[in-house]
């Protein structure tokens, strides 16, 4: 039987990536929590003795600190950098982009605004790049609007990575008809779509669908749901331990995909169990 | 009684614009008709002699020439600017406004894109900015886009001054989800709200409104229902012949607007014969 993983699955570029990198520095530590998923986290601590810390005054001149993918202000990269003998950046590219971005434009005199969440690391990262923090500003939804001083008519806008496109759409039609010029990065991240695009491909092909994540992770579920519209054996389980062997029985091709938190060893436990089954 | 005119009304500052300049060039002739009106463009003849060529080989060396309000391309202009003693821009600082974006993002890099009509005079002058003419696209509706192949994935837009925010917008978002960046520059005129917010204000005043314009014209229409719905004493008239006397018995705020293709001197003979009128 052919096992094949989608071409797109689980961990995003930017979490696959800051993983690797925090393998890589053992007795480490990283400035917040690297990634939002604690398993992976703990492992990390285990096999890598990559530590944590929550604030910069924790941090030791010794120590080897490492950005979280969600990035951390600009001022307190520089402090870090003063103080610690190392620093490596995990920060997620495209994470770094709308950081470049504000930096960019909020010297060449735009006014800047953020869509996302106010009190998210990566938006707390991304507003500390602009030059003149007064005419920066963050909004969740288009009414946030009504609230908003510009200093100029010439405005820049960028997304949190994880937002949604459709409500990034709304608040730039409401400043594209009142301002002079606007001016539009896309930076929202396509990672969760890709993940379902390449279910519904392997999907169409497989005769019998794996789909490893959480019972209750929305993402999960979708991609679950994805791959029942295809292939009616899809299955979705949560590690290894769920799968039974009369599943495959007559099989020749198995696809495999996984949620947005679901790490590659998981992944790895699962297909070494399939691949156990008599055929 | 008070007789006053809205804050605004009948032709848009571009037009009021280069009728005063044409005025002041006694014997000079336009490049293509000045403005959309032929009534107007027959008194500037009669008046003042300005004359029409509707094509550059027609010009004489001797001749002062007048840039239409809708502007002209690049190359006829400077052609024009060589061949003849002297050249007078009437062009509306709206249109030079989507000219200078046009020439300035298409040196900084950007595809252009202009939404608009590819015949239409101002579009064919904006669009002749770009410093690459294969990089720069028109289009009418959000569909055109399908058959549009930019260079860049960083797009400059500009829109065609009288077209309709709702569309531009349409076109803007499907933009925007496809590429890294998209400069959106508002260059819709708002000449024809700003009649209609004035419309709106002096009715709420007047006890009699007069609204001058063609009863087949579909923004002077607009413009006497808006004052119908606020003063139930509005008239549509299309010049001084159809006033009535009677309608001003016992009135004290007489207001008046007109549609934007009716000139002043037409309102002011309107505005004559309301005052020959005993009160």
Redesign the interface.
Known sequence: MKIELASSYGFCFGVKRAIEIAQKYENSATMGPLIHNEDEINRLKKDFNVGLYSQLSDVKPDDTVIIRTHGIPKNDLKELKKGVKKVINATCPFVTTPQNIVKNMSKDGYSILIFGDIEHPEVKGVKSYASDLDDVHVILCPEDLKNVKFKNNKIACVAQTTKK?ET??EI??AL??K????????TICDATFENQDAARDISKKADIMIVIGGKSSSNTKQLHSICLENCKNSYLIENENELESSWFINKNYCGITAGASTPDWVIQKVIDKIKSFKP
């Open positions: 496109k990034y759409l730039v039609n594209i008809l301002n002079k010029e606007v001016r539009v990065f896309n």
